[in-house]
């Protein structure tokens, strides 16, 4: 069965420092690749996604992510993270699950930043 | 603004009472989503509807309940045969079945079974 997993469950880091989020799935396919966040409080939202072309995606306040096809991965990277990124980061990868398309979610990845 | 709405975005259920959960979407999309939320579970998909007057079940659609008579609301009724639903639930919509797009995201109810 498809499945998307994200290796860290919690990240603590201080303002300034460079985030890297993990995300590895399982599907042979053609897949779509999206991060989301949910900061406190408020609703998810489309942070980038990848649908085909350049594999380094830009998304918004500063993120990017890296689909690198061979190793099944969709990396998301941000170079100086601000107290204002704490939140809850969720990879979700569009696949076939029987006859139909849909999305498959990590468990997320809670990111703390100190300030 | 175009968006989806979720209502109440508290809820208190008794123990062996039916609620019902407010969706709505004015974005023209034609697929809806219900998922839950629980702590270090991430999103689990209750029900979803690609077209009005269709839905299908999600991975945990057990106690749950939906209807899709209109395009812009899908409303989720968690039953009294739901063994624990307090819980986050969110409603999403795609332009597109299949969600090659992305969702859209409500902002939630959360439920509590008092």
């Known amino acids: 069965a498809q499945s998307v997993s994200q290796h860290n469950h919690h990240v603590i880091l201080s303002e300034a420092a460079s985030l890297e989020l993990g995300c590895n799935y399982s599907?042979?396919?053609?897949?779509?690749l999206f991060w989301y966040v949910q900061y406190p409080g408020q609703h998810l939202q489309l942070l980038l996604k990848?649908?085909?072309?350049d594999p380094l995606v830009k998304g918004i306040k500063g993120f990017e992510a890296e689909f690198i096809k061979s190793k099944f991965s969709f990396n998301l990277r941000k170079p100086s993270v601000q107290w204002s990124d704490t939140a809850e980061y969720f990879c979700a990868v569009n696949a076939w699950a029987g006859n139909n398309r849909k999305l498959i979610w990590g468990l997320g990845t809670s990111l703390a930043v100190n300030p | 603004d175009g968006g989806i709405t979720q209502s109440p975005k508290y809820l208190f259920r008794k123990e062996g009472q039916n609620v019902t959960l407010s969706c709505e979407q004015n974005?023209?999309?034609?697929?809806m989503y219900w998922y839950r939320q629980d702590p270090g579970q991430g999103l689990r998909l209750i029900y979803y509807s690609q077209i009005v007057n269709d839905f299908q079940k999600g991975d945990i659609a057990e106690g749950y309940s939906v209807s899709r008579e209109k395009k812009e609301s899908f409303p989720l009724t968690v039953t009294s045969a739901q063994k624990n639903p307090t819980a986050f639930y969110l409603c999403?919509?795609?332009?597109?079945?299949?969600?090659?797009?992305?969702?859209?995201f409500g902002s939630g109810t959360r439920l509590t079974v008092v």
């Open positions: 599907y042979g396919g053609t897949v779509n």
């Open positions: 990848y649908f085909s072309g």
């Open positions: 999403a919509s795609s332009i597109l079945p299949g969600a090659s797009y992305g969702y859209t």
């Open positions: 974005l023209n999309h034609d697929a």
